[in-house]
Structures are given as structure tokens and as C-alpha cells.
């Protein structure tokens, strides 16, 4: 437990959640991003520096940092709209250090404000500690505003079925 009372991000990834992420987001699979935890109020995941997200200096590239954040903000805040259709309207990210290929990115994902028309979410990304594989120096931190009052097409209505799979309400 950390600090707050909330779990740390140190255990190993959970059996089948390559699979999982496949289900629920192909890009973030695409890259290997691995989700873990999964809920309306955080969700978690990690994602291993390879050549496929790096940049040319061998550093995770800040574009694949924003598809994290933005990606694990939408199932979040589609989870917490009850499923509605939401759109991702604003994303700042801020990165502080570098990830280098080979560590290994730890993410979590918590909800900042919840509202009937917009939610903010906030995505913190740490390079986990290959000693403790526990969290060490936060890389990036983002937060991401996104609409959550729209309407679900019918041919969209089955969206949210992954989600509701894996999650933990």
C-alpha cells in the first residue's frame, strides 16, 4: 500500500492483460501496453520501452505518453458516464524525465472532476524501479477533458462491452 492507502503499481502484470488491452484499446496493444487495473474511478497498466515506442535517441517517444493518458482517460470516463459515448476535448502533458528502451513505464489513471456534461482525468506515468519494481521517478503527468454526455449511436451500442468484461465496479 502506498502512502495514501491506495495499492502501488509493483506487481507483476496480470496473466492475459496483453489480451486484455487488445480487446479494449488496439493501439495501446499495438504498442504493448499491458492494462491492469480497471474501474469508473482508476485504472492502471504498464507498458515496456521497445523500439516501437521510442523515439530516434533510443527514449519513449511523447506521443506514445499521450496515447496513454488519452486512451486510459476515455475508458475511464466512458465507465464513469455509465457508458455513454465521450470525446477526449483537451490533453496537456507535461513530461519531466525520460523513459529509455528496455525500462519499464507504470501508469495510473484517477478521475479529477466528474461532472454531467465533462469529466477530467488526471494520467501519471513513472519509470518503474527495476530494484523494488515499485514505482520510481514520475516521467509524465497529464490531464485530459473530455465530453461525456453524448449520445450513443445504436450501431455503437455494444462499445462498451469490453469494458464492462474486465472491469471492477
Known amino acids: 500500500m502506498g502512502d ?27 504498442i504493448g501496453f499491458e492494462v491492469e487495473e480497471l474501474s469508473p474511478s482508476r485504472i492502471t497498466g504498464r507498458l515496456l520501452v521497445t523500439p516501437t515506442c521510442c523515439q530516434p535517441f533510443k527514449v519513449l517517444h511523447g ?5 496513454v493518458a488519452e486512451s486510459l482517460a476515455s475508458m475511464g470516463a466512458h465507465m464513469a458516464s455509465g457508458y455513454r459515448r465521450v470525446a477526449g476535448v483537451q490533453l496537456s ?20 472532476h466528474l461532472g454531467r456534461s465533462t469529466q477530467v482525468w488526471e494520467v501519471k506515468l513513472w519509470k518503474m524501479d527495476p530494484s523494488t519494481r515499485e514505482k520510481g521517478p514520475q516521467i509524465a ?3 485530459v477533458t473530455l465530453l461525456c454526455n453524448l449520445p ?3 450501431e455503437h451500442k455494444n462499445a462498451g462491452d469490453a469494458l464492462k ?5
Do not use: C, M, W
Not at 491506495?6 to 486484455?20: D, I, N, V, Y
Not at 480487446?23 to 495501446?28: A, C, F, G, R, S
Open 4 to 30: 495514501d492507502g491506495t495499492r502501488q503499481l509493483q506487481q507483476p502484470a496480470a496473466e492475459g492483460s496483453g489480451a486484455k488491452a487488445a480487446e479494449l484499446d488496439p493501439p495501446l496493444h499495438a
Open 93 to 112: 502533458i507535461n513530461h519531466f524525465r525520460s523513459a529509455s528502451l528496455g525500462d519499464t513505464v507504470l501508469a495510473r489513471a484517477v478521475p479529477v
Open 165 to 169: 468484461k474486465y472491469s471492477k465496479l
Open 152 to 154: 450513443l449511436p445504436e
Open 63 to 67: 506521443g506514445v505518453s499521450a496515447l
Open 141 to 143: 503527468e497529464s490531464r
